[in-house]
């Protein structure tokens, strides 16, 4: 049996600059952290006393006996692709799933971090960041960039560049009091609403073409950013006048980033003190983020009753194997 728990992330500037038809011409750079939600996926293999031989548990409960009979297209490709067999799939979460926070690509490492350690393999963060990104954007063919699948492997708070060369990823080299003060002034709700990113990213993608003076702009505030968070002498409070910006040009790239209701929330947080703010993800609902001082963060999560409000800290550990018990193909625990 192989338990694995993976990181949930939340993405601060530079979104829309990791699909490759923008930063294989002019490159990418993102800032984004992992946080400490995550997603857990338990697979072991299936003893044949069943008239099924694969079980896949999630928000549904399937038991087929041919592979391609798998209607989660993610687990349906993920066994084709490393020859996966006689398997039961429970997947479980601490928040929900198409809520802005990347939990799909946080499912896909962790579902390959668990049928590699089936196998007896040791994979490594980048590794399984490359073939989440394959699993997803190729094999499943999802719309999106590939900023997800390497927060998610890789954890902690980071600096992500893109090229046609590849990705490199780099720690934000950030004071631990400067680190515990931002923790301290972002604020996290849940809208109640749902979306489906891959629509969403669809029409980003087509609308990307003519939103390059944009998406170079958001490329810029990341370096911006990273000088405010490495810097001792920057004041964080520049850190919210920024997302405020990037949240600015970020809703105008695709329609379905924002919503009428999105846009009258964001204005209530901002009277009420939150500097600024943005939707998570590809946009349309899930959760919001903002920026607030301390003295204006309770009047921000009353002005915003009655959406649920989400304390977290930060992650620094990234995709993890919690637990490890080797079997043999018929399920039976081998004793090391």
Known sequence: MIITRTPFRMSFFGGGTDFPDFYNEYGGSVISTTIDKYCYV????????????????YSKIEEVT???????????????????????????????????LGTSSSFAVGLLNAFHALK????????????????????CGEAG?????????FGNLNRIDFSSDGYH???????????????????????GFSRLSSSIQENTQKELKNKTAELKEMKTLVDEAEKVLTDR?????????????SWQLKRGIGNGIST?????????????????????????????????????????????????????????????ILFFSPEDEKGKETIL
């Open 120 to 139: 007896g393999h040791y994979t490594d963060k980048r590794k399984l960041a490359d073939e989440a990104i394959y699993l997803e954007r190729v094999l």
């Open 260 to 320: 009428a209701s999105i846009d009258v929330l964001y204005d209530r947080a901002r009277k009420a003190g939150a500097l600024g703010g943005k939707i998570l993800g590809a946009g349309g609902g899930g959760f919001l983020l903002f920026y607030v001082e301390k003295e204006y963060r309770q009047a921000v999560i009353d002005e915003l009753k009655p959406l649920l409000y989400v304390p977290f800290g930060f992650d620094t550990t990234g995709a993890q």
């Open 169 to 191: 990823v780099s720690p934000v080299i950030i004071s631990g009091e400067k680190k515990r003060q931002l923790n301290e002034n972002l604020l996290l709700f849940f809208t």
């Open 233 to 245: 002498r920057d004041s964080l409070r520049e850190f919210g006048r920024l997302l405020h910006h």
């Open 66 to 100: 041919d592979i391609g009979d798998i209607r989660h297209p993610m687990v349906r490709e993920a066994m084709k692709l490393l020859s996966m067999h006689n398997l039961r799939i429970a997947y479980d979460a601490d928040l929900p799933a198409r809520s802005g």
């Open 42 to 57: 338990n697979v072991r293999h299936l003893p044949s006393f069943f008239d099924y031989t694969d079980q896949i548990i």
């Open 145 to 153: 960039g590939i900023q997800d699948q390497i927060a998610a492997a």
